[in-house]
């Protein structure tokens, strides 16, 4: 399930394959991995065009091309964006493919379909990327702006975290792993949270974060997870045995000990 640092790890592999590439042309082998665009539009705003850079905000991915057209990659749940080094294997479950003047492509992978690609001009991707919150790993993200952020909320404390428009790119996983560093219960309304709990949950947001990071970027299988998918195994701070209960349409995973309902 890609979150900000699987959609990372992606970007900084973009960078170091395609940036520079010229696109010959792109393919669509389902319709509903090009949406609100068409076809006929990706085709004819891509065609012939330079990457010229790669940019992730939140979860989002941004390919710019010359010519001031923007692709925007949400992943969703299965989806990848990688290169293939010959434009004529591309896996089954590929939605895009931008053949490169090279030979290789550049491919939009989801088995299950549910990733989105679209089609934007720069002031549409500006847009886009002003209407999410903070970088959580940007100089912007700071415990100030944060704990102002989260006193003016009367949201669960997951489900605030997971709103992009607080914190761009905090997903179900890492959420949930954040909380239980600083010892937050994810139902607690984030206005009834302690300031020095809320200044220890934006640093526990980081840590958590840019230890994801490296560890995607480094090629390790999975991030060492305190809490998230280990129902009813023992919390490895306490012995409690940890919970799951649903929260906004998800499952949560805390410790009912090291993270009980008062801040």
């Keep these: 399930m890609p979150e900000l640092p699987e959609v990372e790890a992606v970007c900084r592999e973009l960078r170091r394959q395609v940036l520079g590439a010229e696109i010959a042309r792109s393919r669509v ?26 940019d992730r905000r939140g979860k989002n991915i941004f390919l710019h091309l010359s010519g001031g057209t923007v692709l925007r990659v949400h992943l969703r749940m299965t989806g990848d964006l990688r290169v293939v ?47 999410l919150g903070p970088e959580p790993l940007g100089e912007e993200f700071t415990a100030g702006s944060f704990v102002m952020s989260a006193q003016r909320s009367r949201k669960p404390a997951k489900l605030f975290l997971m709103d992009q428009s607080h914190v761009a790119g905090l997903g179900n996983i890492y959420a949930a792993e954040a909380l239980f560093r600083a010892r937050v219960h994810p139902a607690r309304p984030m ?73």
């Design 85 to 131: 080094g010959d434009a004529r294997l591309r896996p089954a479950a590929t939605r895009v493919s931008f053949e490169l003047n090279d030979g290789r492509s550049l491919i939009f992978e989801d088995p299950r379909a549910l990733g989105v690609l679209d089609v934007l001009s720069l002031p549409e991707a500006a847009t886009m990327m002003a209407a």
């Design 29 to 54: 082998f389902r319709r509903s991995g090009v949406r609100p665009a068409t076809p006929a539009l990706l085709a004819r705003r891509t065609r012939g065009r330079t990457i010229t850079a790669v």
């Design 191 to 263: 206005n009834r949270v302690f300031r020095s709990k809320l200044v220890a949950l934006h640093a526990a947001i980081v840590e958590v974060l840019r230890e994801a990071v490296e560890a995607v970027c480094e090629g390790a299988d999975d991030f060492p997870r305190q809490v998230y998918g280990r129902e009813d195994q023992p919390c490895f701070r306490c012995g409690a045995r940890i919970r799951r209960m649903p929260q906004g349409g998800r499952s949560t995973y805390f410790c009912p000990h090291c993270q009980k309902g008062s801040a």
